[in-house]
């Protein structure tokens, strides 16, 4: 069914691509009718719902005056149809979230807005409601309806102030010379107002309230999507042409070329670094984007060029990504001129703009403000940061523990996933790179072992070192966990390479797997008398690990596990636990209170497999079904 839908999807992209390029007429006509048809649909719900409503309630007052006799009817049916109307509209009034970033005003940084709106004037685009500084180096136009799909539009621009400190002022302006020309820059109403389709539609099947319209959504958005595809990148290449014409073709290329550059340095190098200090630091740096602004500043970002820019160059435009690839860009500008295309330059460092002297925060944003704004910034950012870091914290602070208790020729024994859980704790807390020698004796023991092969393989593809590839390839067919993270580093590594054709493959086995996460997962949540549950398949080693979590966690009385064959997953050993809690004074057990604790068991547990917890007291009849498999009591509490 998966692969149905992925080609059905890709020949929906192919038939948009040929109309555009031979039939621009049947294309913009489709462009049309899908724009509306979303909108139609809403109207037309909407009037049918509410005429029956009104008809229902009308026959109503009518049999009411006249006999009553059917008066009750009518009015029952008018309710439960009203009802259904309310939630349909539901649906539709969906708030978007504003980004996650720090909005700026005028007068903190006058120079910027005045080259906004210089810019905006020259290029026709709409009016900005708000100007966002966030971390990444990005720029983006961000379109947030009032009122899910209905209401007035407000329009925020999106800036990355690590772009901003990697680029100069001309740069600048050609870039957001580009982000204002999506926003009808280039004359056309019919393209935003589609955009604007897709992108409420797209909030709405994300919402989770699509509910009835489902069977709308599924043919609906697969040829939004689709025709979005195609008109995505035709409007990014309008908006880098109008780039080239508010600047200059060698400017807008030189900014082009320094975001790919500044984004692999701040999700490659910076942000790892950043979370590697989780194992000592129990918060966030407070300089989290000072120090990273001074990192680009000092040419940090420039030890990687090559590597970025290579890696960007050797990538090709996929069948469904929204953006053309970088080589593409740059040859339709003609950049840096039509007589020497890039394929010419042998060195990629000849091709890389140098580090502007003056960057464009400097220039842009008068000094006093600059400070105030990276210092609010650093805050900010210490705030979204700290429950990723408390979790990553608590693990490697758990590790640290375990690893001061275990016994001296722990990590020296023949069991490969007791010689795993060893090299698993100094991932927690030195990092892979200080774990190798750890893992590399799980390999010694066992060549196979998916868990050491997918670790090992992801440092090595990050060190752009092809030796990674076989044991990511083992990590993924070994373990159905790993598959998603295993395939998702593939197809980056393949992307990188510029082989997009087994790129593909991995994407789509991720895609596949991830239906049958789905399957798995209806599974689990449908537990029931008729579920069948089977003997649990533990080591020694992972049954005390148990052991010593359930000692560690208040009023648990005893503890129950066992194994739950999946259908859609039959490799995927998936364990229920149950437990029972000690009863208060009282003897009033509270629903809550177990419901906490069945969460704080999930997220402080020290177990490998995938679980899911149940209280006892809640769900009696699967006590009586448990104690009945033999080796399911795992704990047992001693009185005291």
């Known amino acids: 069914m998966q692969d149905e839908e992925n080609a059905q999807y890709r020949r929906l992209i ?60 009518f009015l029952g049916f008018g309710c439960g149809v009203g009802v259904f109307l309310l939630g349909y509209m539901r649906k539709f009034f969906v708030r ?16 910027l807005f005045e080259l906004i709106g210089e810019l905006r004037r020259q290029v026709g685009g709409p009016k900005i409601s708000r100007v966002w500084l966030v971390d990444g180096p990005v720029a983006s136009m961000y379109s947030r309806p009032a009122f899910g799909l209905f209401g007035p ?65 599924k043919w609906y958005m697969m040829r939004l999507a689709a025709h979005g595809v ?57 300089d989290l984007i000072s120090s990273l602004l001074k990192r680009i500043g000092e040419g940090e970002a420039e030890a990687v060029a090559e590597t970025a820019i290579s890696r960007a160059l050797r990538d090709q435009t996929g069948y ?53 704004i990276i210092s609010r910034m650093d805050q900010l950012w210490v705030h979204f940061l700290a429950p990723e870091w408390v979790v990553r914290h608590t693990d490697a602070e758990r590790a640290r523990d375990e690893l001061s208790r275990a016994a001296p020729d722990a990590a020296t024994g023949d069991d490969a996933d007791a010689l795993m859980h060893q090299a698993q704790l100094h991932v927690d807390v030195h990092g892979v790179e200080k774990a190798l020698p750890h893992l590399e004796r799980v390999i010694a023991r066992d060549p196979k072992h998916p868990r050491a092969n997918y670790l090992i393989g992801e440092h090595l593809i990050r060190q752009q070192d092809s030796a990674g590839v076989a044991m990511l390839e083992c990590a993924l067919d070994g373990d159905p966990r790993l ?15 510029g082989d997009l054709d087994t790129a593909e493959t991995y994407r789509q086995r991720a895609e596949a797997h991830q239906k049958v996460i789905a399957q798995a997962e209806a599974e689990v949540a449908g537990l029931s008398t008729n579920t069948k549950l089977a003997t649990p398949e533990l080591t020694d080693h992972q049954r005390q690990r148990l052991r010593d979590g359930f000692a560690r966690t208040p009023d648990l009385k005893c503890a129950y596990i066992c194994r739950i064959p999946l259908k859609s997953m039959p490799d995927l050993r998936y364990y229920l636990i149950a437990i029972e809690t000690s009863a208060p004074w ?30 006892l007291s809640q769900v009696e009849w699967l006590g009586k079904k448990m104690r009945k498999i033999d080796g399911a009591k795992i704990y047992q509490r001693a009185n005291r």
């Open 96 to 111: 978007a979230p504003y980004p996650e970033g720090l909005p700026i005003e005028r007068h903190e940084a006058p120079q």
């Open 586 to 615: 009282h003897g009033l057990r509270s629903n809550k209170r177990e419901a906490m604790l069945c969460q704080a068991l999930i997220a402080n547990l020290a177990f490998d497999e995938p679980f899911i917890v149940y209280p």
């Open 483 to 497: 598959l998603l993270p295993a395939a998702e580093q593939l197809y980056d590594y393949y992307r990188g390479e």
């Open 153 to 217: 539009l407000k329009h925020h621009l999106v800036v990355g102030i690590s772009l901003l400190a990697g680029i100069n002022t001309a740069h600048c302006r050609a870039v957001l010379a580009h982000e204002l020309a999506h926003c009808g820059g280039n004359g056309n109403g019919l393209y935003f107002r589609f955009q604007m389709a897709h992108g409420r539609w797209s909030m709405i099947a994300q919402s989770g309230r699509a509910g009835v319209l489902m069977f709308f959504l």
């Open 230 to 286: 195609v008109l995505s990148r035709r409007l990014e290449r309008q908006a880098d042409q109008q780039s080239g014409r508010q600047a200059t073709v060698r400017e807008s290329g030189d900014a082009l070329i320094r975001t790919y550059l500044i984004d692999y340095f701040v999700n490659r190098t910076y942000w790892p670094k950043v979370f590697e200090r989780a194992a000592e630091l129990v918060t966030p740096p407070s």
């Open 320 to 372: 469904d990504d929204s953006h053309p690839c970088l080589s593409e860009r740059l040859a339709e500008l003609g950049w840096p001129s039509p007589e020497t295309p890039v394929s010419a330059f042998e060195d990629v460092g000849s091709l890389i703009p140098p580090l502007p002297q003056r960057n464009a925060l400097t220039e842009l944003i008068d000094p006093v403000a600059r400070d105030v």
């Open 14 to 73: 192919e038939q948009a691509e040929n109309d555009l390029a031979h039939a621009p007429g049947r294309f913009h006509r489709r462009l049309f009718v899908y724009a509306w048809l979303g909108s139609l649909w809403v109207w037309f719900g909407l009037l049918v719902l509410g005429g029956l409503t009104g008809w229902l309630f009308w026959q109503f007052w009518q049999a009411h005056k006249a006999d009553g006799d059917n008066a009750g009817t």
